[in-house]
C-alpha cells in the first residue's frame, strides 16, 4: 500500500506561485495513475489534475494553463506546479493513487 505526503503549501498573494509536493513510499509512483484533488472550506473535493502512468495529464478548466503536474520517478514524488494563483484556488490540496490519500497541504490565496 503506498503512502502519501504532501507539503509545500502556505500563503502567496494572488498572482504568486507554489510548488506542491506528494512524495511516496511503499510503491513506485511510475508505475500508477496520479491526481490531485483540493477541498476549499464548505465546498466538496474537487479533482484538480492528473498523470496518467503513461504521462498523458489532465486538468480540470479552473487550473488549465495555470498549474502543471509532474513526476520525478527517481525521487518517487508528484509535483503540482501553480501559477497565477487566484483566492479561489485557495483549498487543502490532497494526493491521490487509487484509494490511497495523503493528508493534505493548506494553500492560502490572499494579499
Known amino acids: 500500500q503506498v503512502q502519501l505526503v504532501e507539503s509545500g503549501g502556505g500563503l502567496v498573494q494572488p498572482g504568486g506561485s507554489l510548488r506542491l509536493s506528494c512524495a511516496a513510499s511503499g510503491s513506485t509512483l511510475q508505475f500508477y495513475d496520479i491526481n490531485w484533488h483540493r477541498q476549499a472550506p464548505g465546498k466538496e473535493r474537487e479533482w484538480v489534475a492528473g498523470l496518467a502512468r503513461g504521462g498523458n495529464t489532465g486538468y480540470a478548466d479552473s487550473v488549465k494553463g495555470r498549474f502543471t503536474i509532474s513526476r520525478d520517478n527517481a525521487k518517487n514524488t508528484v509535483y503540482l506546479q501553480m501559477n497565477s494563483l487566484k483566492p479561489e484556488d485557495t483549498a487543502v490540496y490532497f494526493c491521490?493513487?487509487?484509494?490511497?490519500w495523503g493528508q493534505g497541504t493548506q494553500v492560502t490565496v490572499s494579499s
Open positions: 491521490r493513487v487509487n484509494r490511497n
